[in-house]
Nanobody, 122 residues
Framework: QVQLVESGGGLVQAGGSLRLSCAASGRTFTSYAMGWFRQAPGKEREFVAV???????THADSVKGRFTISRDNAKNTVYLQMNSLKPEDTAVYYCAAAARGLSVVAGNYDYWGQGTQVTVSS
């Protein structure tokens, strides 16, 4: 079992920044690729970014150049630095862990956090 707890969400004006954190506990953190997804009201959950234990990563086109995923294996924590935020980034952001490695598909993730709300005002 892996437990994931997100933090760092909040209300920010357009153009502002937030950094989300996801603390993992349980099984070996480095065994999992760690991803961020988001879900806006009335929309399906969508991929944001993912990073492997070694640091290989990919980001959704909608956030490239604005968001950056990183991880600190010593702290069992993954981060999502979000800059130049837009109102359309408003969503609940979820952290997830995938044993099978880097994936952009939510169904390939084994464990999920409870989510943290990000609201961007215009």
């Amino acid at each position: 079992q892996v437990q994931l707890v997100e933090s760092g969400g909040g209300l920010v004006q357009a153009g502002g920044s937030l950094r989300l954190s996801c603390a993992a506990s349980g099984r070996t953190f480095t065994s999992y690729a760690m991803g961020w997804f988001r879900q806006a009201p009335g929309k399906e959950r969508e991929f944001v970014a993912v990073i492997t234990w070694s640091g290989a990563n990919t980001h959704a086109d909608s956030v490239k150049g604005r968001f950056t995923i990183s991880r600190d294996n010593a702290k069992n924590t993954v981060y999502l630095q979000m800059n130049s935020l837009k109102p359309e980034d408003t969503a609940v952001y979820y952290c997830a862990a995938a044993a099978r490695g880097l994936s952009v598909v939510a169904g390939n993730y084994d464990y999920w956090g409870q989510g943290t709300q990000v609201t961007v005002s215009s």
